[in-house]
């Protein structure tokens, strides 16, 4: 705690008290208002000063032991934390519908499209552009592009895509087709991605 921080509660509470005391011993009805305005900024810089302050940090960067996983598991739990974080997928996506939704909803996602097809649209999002993911009622264009998430800003490695498909997959309840092998070598699952997706 810094010194200011220490001494507003004071402060707050030497100016109440004066506040208070230009109510109680001046008549004058302007001076009375400033009194009463005096008070009311006292009071709430006293209620101000006791809320707990929480420093405001940038996001703490994750690292992922790719030497760790030993399960597709637990590819699709690191690509859950990339998801949240470092893919920035849920400032868009949502997972389960949402009106208010920016881009489509990607619950049950994994179920819907084949992983190359989903390792392609992360990677060249306007390869195929539909404007609306959805079944029923008119489709609807949402108002955010899809960016290139290997590309900066958002940079995600070959590794960290292959784990966000592993995640969806699970999240949809599908088996997870990502493999550790394949993550531990991602150059050539980039280009099995690609080739695959040119042969469908």
Known sequence: MSEFELLLPLLSLIVMGSGIVI???IKAMFVRVVGFVVIMLGL???IGASIPQAPSLPPAVETFDMARIQTPDDLAFIGQKIFFSKGQCALCHSIGPREAARCPDLKG???KLTREFIYESLTQPQAYIYKDFRHEGLPQEYPARMPHINKNP???TNQEILSVIAFLQKMSGEPISIKVEDVMKPEAI????IRGAAEN
Not at 190 to 193: F, I, M, T
């Open 154 to 156: 958002i940079a995600l």
């Open 44 to 46: 709430f810089s006293l």
């Open 23 to 25: 109510l109680l011993f």
């Open 109 to 111: 996602i994994g179920a």
């Open 190 to 193: 980039e280009v099995a991605s």
